[in-house]
């Protein structure tokens, strides 16, 4: 459900900075109702305060 609502565009379902999650590889047809295929992991910066972490290992 997760990857469905952060895929749409709603408003996160959590105050995290960042999660860790699977790869939709289908997002298009994904986001017209079709079952994901998820491929490998990737994280996920959700506000300016995670992002700027990622200056310090530049």
Partial sequence: MLVVWQRTGSTPMHGYHWVDGPV???VGRFKR????????QRPS???AAAASLLKLFS
């Fill in 33 to 40: 109702g079709a079952r994901a295929e998820l491929i490998g």
């Fill in 45 to 47: 910066f959700r506000t």
């Fill in 24 to 26: 939709v590889k289908n």
